[in-house]
């Protein structure tokens, strides 16, 4: 794989990169490319967190990156999640949710064996740079900025928090420079924290990032794109000027379960949950199920097939998400006959996660984690 090759894989299916050029700088020279993400250990784990953010991460290992997944467990106890229970969430993130994104990273074809884990409480414990790095990051930030940069927390920005939340912020910018990362990659909706890392780089004293010539420089950040989650917008029709707003708050999420698939769903969950998705017929512009079908499915399978009676025009293999997109819009392809084989494809799809936790160690961390959940229902 020569060099171009290697920057549009770690490229593609992105929505943005904060420093391409600084990106193709590193792969010319040769620079060890270093990579992480993080994650808040909040629960079950669903296509947004599992598929989209392992999907990219393959792209990674491909292009011969050094991956970690970050355990955020110090984050999760800040912003009152399961419980709020340092022990609890220690426990999750190390059995069922490092299993869960083995079996994500299975689903989209990855080798799990070329992953590194890194918890939180490990990273920070008896490290005095790293609680020194928070501190210079925090001198170079105003506190205006941080308490708009709560967004990342799943937070308003006008709300009442405690003290703890504002700490969160540079603490996951602090997690960037302690690991050495020169790739930083999160969802889009972590980009406030990203963009704080690459404005203090140059002003850091105590833990810089260095590459291998000993420069100082700035981490790249890549962020991927949030898929929708399968409810109805709460306003319809959507005014166009509030697309991209509307988009962000309807983004995928566990809090409501109905509206989400997680990665070990049964066939029959995966099939009711998306008969009852909003699904407009020939409406392109919001929908929750062609989103999937770009984002997800073509990026896996290249391809969907869509089964269908002969009197509604017979079964067609689409190989071209436009073509698709454009049948829909005129009508050619019906809400039904598409939720039915992006059922299907998902069901396939989510077969090695489904297996992955049926047994073992992976199926005690998921007991585990219901047996949790139920103590706050």
Not at 179 to 191: K, S, T
Not at 226 to 243: F, R
Not at 337 to 345: E, Q, R, T
């Amino acid at each position: 794989m020569n060099n171009e090759e290697r920057f549009q894989l770690i490229k593609r299916n992105t929505e943005e990169i904060i420093g391409e050029e600084e990106l193709k700088k590193m792969i010319e020279e040769g620079e060890p490319l270093k990579h992480y993400i993080g994650f808040e250990i909040s629960g079950k784990i669903h296509l947004g967190t599992g598929l989209m953010s392992m999907l990219k991460v393959k792209d990674f290992i491909d292009a011969g990156v050094n991956c970690t997944i970050f355990l955020a467990d110090w984050h999760t106890w800040i912003n009152d999640k399961l419980g709020g229970n340092p022990n609890n969430i220690k426990k999750i993130a190390l059995g069922y949710f490092k299993e869960g994104m083995i079996a994500s990273l299975k689903c989209v074809g990855g080798n799990p064996k070329k992953l590194n884990f890194v918890l939180g409480t490990d990273l920070y414990h008896n490290n005095d740079t790293y609680w020194e790095t928070v501190i210079d990051i925090s001198k170079h930030t105003t506190l205006s900025r941080i308490q708009r940069s709560i967004t990342i927390l799943g937070r308003k920005e006008e709300g009442n928090v405690d003290f703890a939340k504002l700490i969160y912020p540079p603490m996951q910018v602090a997690d960037i420079f302690i690991q050495g990362v020169n790739l930083a990659h999160a969802g889009l909706d972590q980009r406030k924290a990203q963009v704080i890392a690459i404005d203090v780089a140059p002003k850091l004293s105590f833990f810089p990032l260095l590459n291998k010539k000993g420069e100082q420089i700035k981490p790249v950040a890549v962020h991927h794109k949030l898929i929708l989650g399968l409810g109805k917008p709460p306003e319809w029709p959507v005014k166009k000027e509030n697309l991209q707003e509307l988009w962000s708050s309807l983004k995928m999420s566990k809090s409501k379960p109905d509206t989400c698939i997680f990665v070990h769903d049964s066939p029959d969950e995966i099939k009711r949950k998306i008969s009852k998705a909003f699904c407009q017929e020939k409406e392109v512009e919001f929908n929750p199920i062609l989103d999937w079908v770009k984002s997800l499915i073509f990026p896996i399978k290249e391809k969907l097939l869509i089964k269908r009676e002969e009197k509604f025009g017979g079964d067609v293999l689409y190989k071209d998400y436009k073509r698709l997109e454009e049948d829909f819009a005129s009508g050619k392809l019906h809400p039904t006959d598409l939720k039915n084989s992006v059922a299907d494809s998902l069901i396939e799809i989510l077969e090695p996660a489904r297996n992955h936790f049926s047994k073992g160690a992976p199926k005690k961390a998921l007991d585990e984690l219901n047996n949790l959940l139920n103590e706050f229902s």
